[in-house]
């Protein structure tokens, strides 16, 4: 097998002595590279293999990690990963213990900010700008943003203070007019119309006088430009007005396939003392047909097959929860048109699609702007409809002001579904969904629900929409536990558990899908002699004191939960007991006070002691004590 050139490359620095048709070579090799592995481990390639060419020409013509290179989110930066001295490495991609599927700055000094969210990194961009200003430094500054991400209202905030302190920065704006779910927005419309004007023809000829007057290699890049159509376009096509109205230079948009624009469109703009924006159209999924023809399919996946991009195939298993939750809320839908769906850019991630198809007038997709989504629901509420607002754990937090303020205070009605709750896995630290019991538990009216199974999950959705006053539910990823849900769903009583079964050495009270691990692990007690009784609290808020006080009659109780250790159900479990005095030994089992890594979900719950196995030895061990 022949040397490849991806193999030499150690640093960025290798970059720099590559001719074009070797960096076209390369760039292949990066995205056969890319492919193979999210082939095996799965993983955001559709937007990786789109952004190599900018990667490429980003660290051909920056200084890293002098320099700073900012990734949104991090989808965008395998490429990135495999020419800063990761190649040997990177099959080990988002496994336990592997490389991370985002930027993390302790896995390598070229990765500038831990990334994993979207719409934050013009933000941390600017911050670093702003202390190159401070620091008299030469060190520039790149943020590269995808469009759906410049639809936040953080990377808005962003961009309104850039333009006004003017700072000395560039962001590259990948426009591959795709994300996760189609683009909404105002702005999204917006970014084909960018035209030119009279501040483009000023910049125009003074990159040409510049140019002109470095020697040969301005002479060079004015013969290229000159060649190509519409030369100067390449270099500095109109301010949109939306960002020209901002402070901020916009160029035309430009290939980003192609490594030799890109590159001469960075060199010139990085010599300006403002602010740029370098519009860069990208095609998602570039070079690996299957992702090119179904670019959301491919924007996350799992393992597949690379000659047909077919997801390999899995065990037989029940459907996720998620799919529960979309059809649970397609019935309810059904049944009043006064329920409303609401989701912030995961319309496919949430479930949603069902109801979305069938109500499309009831259905609500704001975009990257879980701020929005749940303003918009309390608004919805007081309107009286009856608003499910769907957004992924990790995400929500970014709407906490909202849940307390227009949800909580004002007790409206409004549902909110936490999707992807506790461990997701291979996306690590930025998407394990930990905290939301922790928040939610101490916002004033908010009722809580952490269902165990699909039968709990359907009932829970019935009873928070007939319930007033807002009302949380959380699921995880993944599958169900195979239990079949009733065609009509029940009322829960409010803050009431379920048994599932029966003991008296110790008790286990479970608060989600945990339970279902509580159960095998009480069996295995069973075979020692250990009698476990185990309960699917379902209510995390209210809290059933009279199954906690049955429970401490045992004497041994213990409290499983995935969610975040401080402040969660277990120490509300202490608080029952401890104001009734109750004689018992009491352990906590949740997730530890640390940013769990990532790994595959039955990894990580033995890491941190919360799967069956892990549960049986906490209750021996609190048992025997």
Request: aromatic share 6%.
């Amino acid at each position: 097998m022949e040397p490849r050139i991806l193999d030499a490359i150690s640093a960025p620095e290798d970059l720099k002595v590559l001719t074009y048709p070797e960096l076209s070579i390369l760039a292949q090799e990066i995205r056969e590279e890319i492919v193979s592995t999210c082939a095996e481990n799965g993983g955001h390639i559709a937007s990786s293999l789109g952004a190599v060419e900018i990667v490429l020409a980003a660290h051909r013509v920056l200084n890293c990690p002098h320099d700073r290179l900012v990734f949104d989110v991090g989808h965008q930066a395998y490429a990135h990963k495999l020419v800063t001295g990761r190649r040997s490495q990177f099959p080990t991609l988002r496994t336990y213990g592997g490389l991370s599927g985002f930027t993390k700055p302790e896995e390598s000094p070229y990765d500038a900010h831990p990334s994993g969210h979207a719409s934050d990194s013009l933000s941390v961009a600017a911050g670093y700008a702003k202390a190159a200003q401070l620091n008299g430094s030469n060190e520039k500054v790149v943020a590269v943003i995808g469009d759906a991400s410049l639809s936040g209202g953080m990377a808005f905030e962003a961009l309104n203070y850039i333009g006004q302190a003017q700072l000395p920065m560039v962001i590259i704006l990948n426009d591959n007019m795709m994300s996760i779910s189609r683009n909404v927005g105002a702005l999204m419309k917006h970014l084909g119309n960018m035209r030119a004007d009279n501040r483009y023809r000023k910049l125009r000829d003074a990159a040409q006088e510049e140019l002109e007057s470095s020697g040969v290699l301005g002479k060079i890049l004015l013969d290229l430009g000159k060649r190509a159509k519409e030369s100067a376009k390449q270099f500095f096509l109109a301010s949109s007005m939306i960002f020209e109205s901002l402070g901020i230079t916009c160029t035309a948009p430009i290939d980003g396939h192609n490594i030799r624009e890109l590159e001469d469109t960075l060199r010139l703009v990085l010599q300006t003392e403002g602010p740029v924006l370098v519009h860069v159209v990208t095609k998602k999924g570039a070079g690996y047909a299957p992702a090119e023809q179904d670019p959301e399919r491919f924007h996350g996946v799992g393992p597949f097959e690379v000659a047909t991009g077919a997801a390999k195939p899995k065990k037989p298993a029940p459907p996720a929860f998620t799919t529960v939750f979309g059809q649970a809320l397609l019935e309810e839908g059904r049944a009043d048109d006064a329920v409303v769906a609401i989701t912030a850019a995961m319309e496919g991630g949430t479930g949603l699609k069902p109801f979305a198809e069938q109500f499309p007038e009831r259905f609500i997709d704001v975009g990257i702007a879980e701020e929005n989504a749940v303003g918009l629901a309390s608004g919805l509420a007081f309107a009286g409809k009856k608003p499910v607002v769907a957004i992924y754990s990790t995400f929500l937090q970014r709407s906490f002001d909202q849940i307390v303020v227009d949800c909580a205070l004002s007790q409206a009605n409004v549902v909110l579904a936490i999707d992807r709750a506790g461990l997701v896995g291979e996306d690590g630290a930025t998407h394990h969904g930990a905290f939301d019991l922790v928040y939610m538990r101490t916002i004033p009216h908010m009722r809580v629900l952490a269902p165990a199974d699909e039968v709990d999950l359907a009932n829970a959705l019935h009873t928070a929409l007939a319930l007033p006053g807002p009302v949380s539910l959380r699921y995880p990823r993944g599958n169900g536990m195979g239990v079949s849900v009733p065609e009509v769903p029940q009322m829960l009583e409010v803050g009431k558990s379920r048994l599932m079964r029966e003991g008296s050495d110790a008790c286990v009270l479970a608060f989600g899908p945990v339970a279902y691990r509580a159960m095998e692990a009480a069996e295995m007690l069973a075979e020692e002699g250990i009698d476990v009784r185990v309960v699917d609290m379902l209510w995390a808020k209210p809290l059933d004191k009279e199954a906690i006080l049955a429970a401490a009659e045992t004497g041994c109780v213990i409290t499983a939960e995935e969610g975040a250790m401080v402040g969660g159900c277990g120490e509300g479990v202490i608080e029952v007991l401890a104001q009734h005095r109750a004689q018992c030994s009491v352990t906590t089992l949740a997730l530890p006070d640390r940013f769990v890594r990532h790994g595959s979900v039955p990894q990580l719950l033995h890491e941190v002691g919360l799967d069956a196995e892990g549960i049986a030895e906490s209750v021996r061990n609190a048992f025997l004590q």
